[in-house]
Structure formats: structure tokens, C-alpha cells
């Protein structure tokens, strides 16, 4: 007899089988919870008030799904959420946690920081770099002149200059500075086409991608609706919320609130 089959009445102690209303030996009925059962997923016990992760980007993991549960979560090479082989996420890299039910990320001083994505326009300041399609990019205030004659009273033989209140330098991997761009008005626009600063084969660039803006004495970083986003590095700490995207190393990751 397989006994996961059969309900053993409670007054005659005799089995009776799955799908009958009534014991075949005393007559009593058998109880409607169950008659009723029903057999349920095994899974981990998910909190609806807790967020989970999504990994959009991940070299072969993509698809991965991360519930974050506890009171932190070190996200690096060790940690809660490892990335052994990702070589530009640090040992421990940044940190998830909740502070007052919000969902916070921090940057534990990683080497290549935590990267969020850019919803229209957010103020900036000379000196912060941010992701579009592939490429990295920093803000830099023009330096200071430096053209005058030497000791002698000769001046140095160079191309001629514009005025340009900022430029926006390529960086490259190592450190290295790229290509650089100075803005002949008061904003740069970087794209595939068409732009101040162009990268036709970069196929997670779109045609008009973002601008960098100088609005007075602020900078003002846009993303124009591109399909793959702008993302600006944080300085500290980030509060998310439903839907927003974070780069950590080459991870690309998304929040999902269980509530919405």
C-alpha cells in the first residue's frame, strides 16, 4: 500500500483511499481540507517586502536572480553575491542593505565603483565619470592657461584655442586617457553618429546617446532615451527603487520590489 495515497480515518483507523468522501468500513467522512489538498511549490521563502536582483548582463549567468533577504549583502570576488571571475569587481566590492525599508547601495571603495543608471537629467561635477553604450567617460573643467613666454620670452608654437568651458575625456583601461573633446559652446553630445564625440562600432551606443551641459555654474548629465542607458558612478550610497539598473564590474543588474 503506498500510504502518501490514502487518509487514515480518524475513528477506525482504516485507509482510505485518495478521492473517496467516506471511509468504506464505519462510514465516516473524510475531512474537507482533505478532500481539498493541494501540493505546493518548494522554494525558498520569499518576503514581499524584500527586493530581488536580476542579472541583465552577466557573461554567461545572465538570467541569475538574487533574493536579498538579509540585513546586508557584500557583492564582490567573496561575499553574498560572488563574482569570482569577474576581474574588475574588487574582493568586496559594494554593499546592499536596507535602511528604513529602502533599498541602499553603497560603495565598499571599490577600485572601478558602483555604476547607476540615469533617469532624464541629473546634476554632475568636474571630475565624475559615467558609462554610455561601452565607453567611460570623465568630466573635466578647462585647465587653467599655461601659455606664457618662457625665461627667455618665447612662447610656445601650438595650434590655436577656442573657449571651452569643460571637456570630456575617453578613458581608457589602465587609466589612460583617450579621446578628449572640448566644448566649443556649452554642451557635448556623445553618440554612435552625429555627435560631438562619435563611436560607430560600439553597438550598445545609441545614434544620440547623452549630453553633458553646462547650465551656469552646474553640469547637467542627459541621457536621451537610449536602449542600453546612461549611467553616472556614485560617490557613496544610493537608495533604489523598483526597476532601477546598477553596474558593478562588467555585471549589469536590475531591482525587482516583490510589492510592485
Known amino acids: 500500500m503506498d500510504q502518501a495515497k490514502y487518509y487514515v480515518c480518524s475513528s477506525c483507523m482504516t485507509p482510505v483511499p485518495s478521492g473517496h468522501k467516506f471511509c468504506g468500513r464505519c462510514g465516516a467522512g473524510v475531512p474537507d481540507e482533505i478532500l481539498n489538498i493541494?501540493?505546493?511549490?518548494?522554494?525558498?521563502m520569499q518576503d514581499p517586502s524584500k527586493a530581488r536582483l536580476i542579472l541583465i548582463r552577466?557573461?554567461?549567468?545572465?538570467?541569475?536572480?538574487?533574493?536579498l533577504k538579509a540585513a546586508q549583502h557584500i557583492v564582490g570576488r567573496q561575499g553574498q553575491l560572488e563574482f569570482p571571475d569577474d576581474a574588475f569587481i574588487s574582493p568586496r566590492h559594494a554593499n546592499l542593505f536596507y535602511r528604513d525599508g529602502t533599498l541602499v547601495v553603497r560603495d565598499e571603495g571599490s577600485l572601478n565603483g558602483v555604476y547607476f543608471r540615469v533617469r532624464g537629467s541629473v546634476e554632475i561635477s568636474p571630475g565624475d565619470t559615467f558609462l554610455a553604450g561601452e565607453q567611460l567617460f570623465r568630466v573635466d573643467p578647462t585647465p587653467k592657461a599655461s601659455d606664457g613666454a618662457d625665461a627667455e620670452g618665447t612662447y610656445f608654437y601650438s595650434s590655436p584655442k577656442y573657449p571651452s568651458a569643460f571637456r570630456i575625456n575617453q578613458l581608457l583601461e589602465?587609466?589612460?586617457?583617450?579621446?578628449?573633446?572640448?566644448?566649443?559652446?556649452?554642451?557635448?553630445?556623445?553618440g554612435r553618429e552625429d555627435g560631438d564625440l562619435n563611436f560607430p562600432g560600439d553597438?550598445?551606443?545609441?545614434?544620440?546617446?547623452?549630453?553633458?551641459e553646462e547650465r551656469g555654474d552646474?553640469?547637467?548629465?542627459?541621457?536621451?532615451?537610449?536602449?542600453?542607458g546612461t549611467y553616472i558612478r556614485i560617490k557613496t550610497e544610493r537608495a533604489l527603487t523598483?526597476?532601477?539598473?546598477?553596474f558593478i564590474g562588467r555585471?549589469?543588474?536590475r531591482v525587482e520590489l516583490n510589492s510592485n
Open 38 to 44: 493541494q501540493a505546493h511549490f518548494f522554494s525558498d
Open 58 to 67: 552577466g557573461e554567461g549567468q545572465d538570467g541569475l536572480s538574487y533574493h
Open 174 to 190: 589602465g587609466g589612460a586617457v583617450g579621446m578628449t573633446v572640448c566644448a566649443r559652446g556649452n554642451s557635448l553630445q556623445v
Open 203 to 212: 553597438i550598445y551606443m545609441s545614434a544620440k546617446h547623452a549630453t553633458v
Open 218 to 228: 552646474k553640469f547637467i548629465l542627459t541621457d536621451h532615451d537610449s536602449r542600453n
Open 242 to 246: 523598483h526597476g532601477d539598473y546598477i
Open 251 to 253: 555585471k549589469l543588474l
